[in-house]
C-alpha cells in the first residue's frame, strides 16, 4: 500500500500559514529569539507569537497547556488542508509526538506541592501533566472514540509516529491517521537541556561548528494526514537506529541515510543539524550516503521544537517538493565544510526526492524518503 500525505500544517514562531511560513524561510527571515527565566536560569528561546492564539476561545482550550492548544490548533488545520470536515474527521486515527509534554503545568503543580504541600495541588493543572493529554484535547475536539496514541521520544518521534501510521492503514486498522506533534518551552525544560550541554547560552545557532555551542529551544507544532491519495507520497520510514554516545551518531546516521538512499535518487535533504553534537554527525552521514546533494536545515531559523521537529523537517520538505525551492540555511558557521547547505535561496530546484533526516538527543537516528 502506498501511503501519501493528503493534508498537512504547522504552526511555527514565523506563522500558522504554510505558504506564508515558507516565503519567510525563502527569504530568510528566522523566529524570534527571547530570553526566559529569572537572573540565576536566563535562558534564550524562540516562542510561537501570542497572536496566534485562535484557539483560545474554545471553552475545552481556555485552560489547557500551551503544549495542547499547539497541537489542537496544528491537527484542525491539517484536517482543513486535507479538506476533511467534521463530519467524518470522528473517523480518524490521532497519533501525537510529544518529547517534554506539558513541561509548563507541570513544573507549577509540583512547585506548589513543595511550597505548601500536597493539600495544595491543583485539580486544574494536573490533567496538562500528563503525556497524552494534547492527544486527548485534540480527540475530543474531533469527536474521535476510537484509536489515539501518544509516542513519548527526543526530536525523532514524529518519524516513529509516521511509522506506527504507516502501519495502521496498512493493517487497515484506519482510513486516515492525523500525525501531529508539539512543544512548549519553560525556563526549567531550558535549564535541563543547559546541564546536558545540549543548548546554548547565546541568542543564536551557529550550525557545522567545529566547537558546537548548542542549540535554541523553540515552540511550535506540526500536523500530517495520512491516507492513500495526497500530492506527496511518503516512499519510505526507516525505523530506526539507536545510538548510545555521541561517537555512535555518525555511525546511526550513516546507516540511516545509506539505507535511505537505496530508494533511488535523492534531490534534497531536509536535515536536523541544530548547533549540538548532531551537526556534524549528520554532515558525514550525508557526505558518506549522498555526496553532492542539496541541505537545508529549518532549525536555525525556527529553532528545535523537540516533540514537533522531525514534523516540521517533513512538512518543510513536502513544501520543497511542490514548490520546487530551497530556503537558504541561516547560522551556517564559516568553518563548515562542504555538504551543499547554501546560505542563498534556490528556486527551479528540480526537486524529484526528499530525504528527511533526524537525530535525537536521546540517542535515535531516523528518516524518511518523500517523492511525488
Known amino acids: 500500500m502506498t501511503t501519501r500525505i493528503q493534508g498537512m500544517s504547522w504552526l511555527t514562531p514565523l506563522g500558522n500559514s504554510l505558504d506564508e511560513v515558507w516565503s519567510r524561510l525563502m527569504n530568510g527571515e528566522a523566529g524570534e529569539v527571547h530570553p526566559i527565566g529569572d537572573s540565576a536560569h536566563r535562558h534564550f528561546y524562540i516562542p510561537v507569537p501570542p497572536e496566534q492564539a485562535a484557539l483560545g476561545k474554545n471553552p475545552r482550550l481556555r485552560r489547557s497547556s500551551a503544549i495542547s492548544y499547539f497541537t489542537a490548533a496544528a491537527g484542525l488545520a491539517a484536517l482543513e488542508n486535507a479538506g476533511i470536515g467534521s463530519e467524518t474527521a470522528g473517523c480518524i486515527a490521532v497519533i501525537s509526538a510529544v518529547s517534554s509534554g506539558g513541561v509548563i503545568y507541570t513544573r507549577r503543580f509540583y512547585e506548589t506541592i513543595v511550597e505548601k504541600g500536597a493539600s495544595a495541588a491543583s485539580p486544574l493543572l494536573f490533567p496538562e501533566t500528563v503525556y497524552n493529554a494534547p492527544a486527548s484535547h485534540l480527540a475530543a475536539l474531533l469527536g474521535i472514540d476510537g484509536i489515539s496514541y501518544t509516542l513519548v521520544g527526543d526530536s525523532t518521534v514524529g518519524i516513529s509516529a509516521m511509522r506506527l501510521a504507516e502501519q495502521l492503514l496498512e493493517t487497515g486498522q ?134 514537533a521537529g522531525s514534523i516540521i523537517q517533513t512538512v518543510a520538505g513536502a513544501l520543497a517538493l511542490m514548490k520546487q525551492e530551497i530556503p537558504p540555511t541561516l547560522g551556517l558557521d564559516h568553518s563548515v565544510e562542504e555538504i551543499g547547505a547554501t546560505a542563498e535561496p534556490r528556486r527551479n530546484a528540480n526537486i524529484q526526492s526528499v530525504l528527511v533526516s533526524a537525530i535525537g538527543f536521546n540517542h535515535q537516528a531516523a528518516g524518511l524518503v518523500l517523492s511525488a
Request: charged content about 20%.
Open 174 to 307: 484506519a482510513s486516515h491517521c492525523l500525525v501531529v506533534g508539539g512543544e512548549e518551552v519553560d525556563w526549567i525544560l531550558c535549564e535541563g537541556y543547559r546541564r546536558w550541554r545540549f543548548v546554548t547560552a547565546k541568542p543564536g545557532i551557529a550550525l557545522f561548528a567545529r566547537h558546537p555551542a548548542g542549540t535554541l529551544l523553540a515552540e511550535g507544532a506540526a500536523a500530517l494526514v495520512l491516507s492513500r491519495e495526497g500530492p506527496v507520497r511518503l516512499r519510505r520510514i526507516h525505523d530506526g537506529v539507536p545510538f548510545f554516545n555521541s561517537a555512535g551518531a555518525r555511525e546511526a546516521a550513516s546507516r540511516v541515510c545509506s539505507s535511505l538512499a537505496q530508494e533511488g535518487e535523492i534531490s534534497l535533504a531536509v536535515a536536523s543539524a541544530n548547533g549540538s553534537f548532531v551537526d556534524r554527525a549528520e554532515a558525514a552521514a550525508l557526505r558518506d550516503a549522498l555526496p553532492g546533494i542539496p541541505v537545508y536545515c529549518p532549525k536555525a531559523a525556527l529553532g528545535d521544537a523537540l516533540g
